[in-house]
Structure formats: C-alpha cells, structure tokens
C-alpha cells in the first residue's frame, strides 16, 4: 500500500493547494514585520516582464546563473531560459504579491525528473518570494549554498535523489517558513543536527543517505507528522524521548538504520500512530504491550530483528491493523487471535520464528541459542542481551517517488 508520506511530492495541478494552506503563515509574517507575505495565485506570466519590477530582476539573475552552472539538460527543459521574461521559463511559475497585487513574483520552481546536472548557485539566495522548490530526480550536485538561508517563504523544499554531498544542510534550519524536507537519495553524511527536531516541521525525509551516529535525544520534540529515517547507518537505541511527538506523529519509518535495543514503551504513547516500521534491525527484547494502545496502527512491521517472548493478543487485536510483519525474530508463542490472523483479514507474515507447530520456522539450534540469553529491557533497554547473527548495512537507493518498502525484503532498484 503506497504510503501516505508520499503525498507530499506534488504534481503541478496541487501547487496552489498547498500554499492555500500555507497562507496563516504569510499574513502572520506580514503582522510582524518580517519579509512580506504573499498570496500566490499560481500562473504563469503571458506579458513581458520588465526590469520595472526588481522583484522578477532579481529572479532573472538567480535564473540565468543557475543556468550557467547546468552542464546537462538531456531533454532541454531549460532551453527557454533566456530573456527578462522569467515567468515563461519551463518549470517557472509566478504569482501576485500579497503585498502588491499587481506586482509578480518567481513563487514556485519545479523541475522534478528534468533529469538535469549541475549545482546549485549562490544567486539561488535572490528568490526570496520562493514557495516551493521542487528538484525531484534530477542530477544535481555538489554542496546547498548559505545563501538559500534567504529564502524565508519557503515552505517546501524536495531535493530528493540527487547526487547532493557534504554534512546535513544546516542552511534549511535557517529556513523560518519551512514545513517539508525532502533530502532523501543522496549522499549526506554525518550525524543529523539536534535543532532538526526543534523545528516546526509536519514532514521530514532523510532516508536513503549516508547519516551516522546516534538518532539525537531530543527527537520527541518534533512537531512532525512523518518521520522518515530508513536507509541510514545510524546506532545505539530509539530514545524514549520519541513520546512527545504523540500529538503529531503518524508514520515513523526506521527501517534499516542498525537500530539496537529493546523497542522503548514509549512508542506506544503515539496514539496517532498508523504506519510504524523498524524493521531489518537489530532490535531485542519482546514487543511492547504499550503497542495495544495504538487504535490507529494499521501497518507494522517489527520482521528481521532479534526480538523473543510473546506476540501479544493486545496488538493483533488493534482495530485500525491491516498489515503485520513479525518475520525473522526470535517469537516463541502467539497469543490468542494472534495464531489465526487470517480470521480478522489481516496480512501477516510470521515465518522464521520459533513458533511450535507453525511451518517455516528456525531450527530447534537457533531457538535454543535465543532462550538461553534472555533479554531483560528494564536492566539493559539499550542492548546488553541475546545477539543474533543477523546485521543490516544501508539499502542501495531506490527512486524517490517509489514508495518505501513496509515488507521486510525490498527489492531496491539503481538511482536515476
């Protein structure tokens, strides 16, 4: 099932939906003084536009300096770029000001699966009446200037599978409006900063990077409503600190990102929750009985962990679930209607456990190994129990308008 987290990778015919809602934050800005907020009306320009309007001058010498700094345009979306005329240009839009109607403004840019190579230059920093900025599946490189840090409206920024490098790009924490980061698919590298989770964020993508360390303390912060870290090589535990994004967050994707530990009871808080994977893991311990309180949940995937005990009744009776991955652990019994999910229609796999009298299990060897070191998630919630022998590394990248993968096989395909 594609994942509700997609939506937010828009197609033209949705732009102006979306900064319809975006508009509280514009007249909010606008009260307080900050740089004017618009109100855009998405269309592009039929009219000449002239130097008159120093607005669209500024956008004509970003525009013409990123396209100095383009080396590949296979399909010639850029071949228009030329003239004062910015708001014909291909993947161009413009809008009436808020604070002038009769003044135009470069308001979106979207030049998703242009399949184009370049940078990214510092004159980026002059559209400052930018809304959006949609770079999906392009072949973008090199590092985001400091100047985007200029961009104040900004309220969605997708740079999603391309071929960006260095560390997290601090510059978007500089962004006041932003509200969806897309920067999955590339090769950032590093730990991911703490001020990411104290951001006013709804949707967060960094999957299918390079990102290292520990998933900061602070994550229950946030004010997302998705959260997306699959596909890092990232350690150590999930903090328990995740309970205070429960009035916010409703998908939380770990899939991959060698996370150890038991599962903290605190992911049962979430109340929102729908989608929760932390599957290909090395998560111990049983599953939490706090999950039973998750009556939205109707996917999860716990498969190709390390977790033992009982597959409790709680959780396989949860009224929203429609989909659940338990494959690849270390389960010994199920409780109740847990043995016959097929009689509630729920989709399961429960293979290559340690289930008595269920067909494709582990070896009586296996399962003997797991009993005799029992993990105590109260002594030691963060590791320090039964280690099997299954590690994950990162997935190879997949493209970025696939959904990702809630089975515990995916089948990753090569980037664009």
């Known amino acids: ?112 699966h242009a399949n184009i190579a370049g940078l990214l230059p510092e004159e980026l920093g002059l559209l400052t009446d930018l809304a959006i900025l949609h770079l999906n599946s392009n072949r973008f490189c090199g590092i985001l200037p400091q100047t985007l840090a200029n961009l104040e409206l900004l309220y969605e920024l997708d740079l999603s599978n391309n071929r960006f490098v260095g560390t997290f790009p601090s510059v978007v924490l500089s962004m006041p409006s932003l509200h969806y980061l897309d920067i999955r698919y590339n090769e950032f590298e590093g730990s991911l900063p703490p001020e990411l989770f104290k951001k006013g964020l709804d949707a967060v993508f960094v999957n299918n990077n390079w990102f290292t360390s520990v998933i900061p303390a602070n994550l229950g912060r946030t004010s997302f409503s998705v959260l997306v870290l699959a596909n890092n090589n990232f350690s150590g535990c999930l903090p328990p600190s995740i309970a205070g994004s429960a009035d916010t967050l409703e998908e939380l994707l770990l899939i991959n990102i060698s996370l150890s530990g038991c599962l903290p009871p605190e992911v049962g808080f979430l109340y929102k929750l729908r989608v929760l994977d932390v599957s290909l893991n090395n998560v111990e311990g049983p599953i939490p009985y706090s999950l039973a309180g998750l009556a939205h949940l109707e996917q999860l995937n716990l498969g190709h962990n390390m977790m033992t005990g009982v597959v409790p009744s709680g959780v396989c009776i949860l009224p929203s679930l429609v989909n659940f991955t338990f494959s690849y652990n270390y389960f010994c019994e199920e409780e109740g209607i847990c043995a016959n999910l097929t009689s509630k229609g729920i989709a399961y796999d429960e293979s290559h456990n340690c289930l008595p009298e269920k067909p494709f299990q582990r070896s009586k060897e296996e399962c003997q190994a797991a009993l005799e070191h029992p993990v105590d998630c109260f002594q030691h919630p963060c590791g320090g129990g039964f280690r099997g022998p299954v590690a994950f590394a990162p997935l190879a990248a997949v493209p970025a308008t696939a959904p990702l993968p809630s089975s515990p096989s995916p089948s990753p395909s090569s980037h664009s």
Do not use: E
Request: aromatic share 14%; hydrophobic share 40%; proline share 5%.
């Open 1 to 112: 099932m594609a994942l509700h987290s997609l939506s937010f990778i828009l197609p033209h015919a949705f732009i102006f939906l979306l900064l319809h809602l975006a508009i509280p934050y514009y007249n909010t800005a606008a009260k307080h003084g900050h740089h004017p907020g618009r109100h855009y009306q998405y269309r592009h320009q039929s009219h000449h536009s002239h130097v008159s309007n120093p607005r669209l001058y500024q956008a004509y010498i970003a525009l013409q300096a990123w396209k100095r700094v383009i080396y590949s345009d296979p399909h010639n979306f850029t071949t228009n770029w030329s003239g004062l005329s910015v708001c014909n240009y291909s993947g161009v839009y413009c809008a009436a000001a808020l604070d002038d109607p009769k003044t135009q403004v470069v308001a979106s840019i979207d030049l998703n």
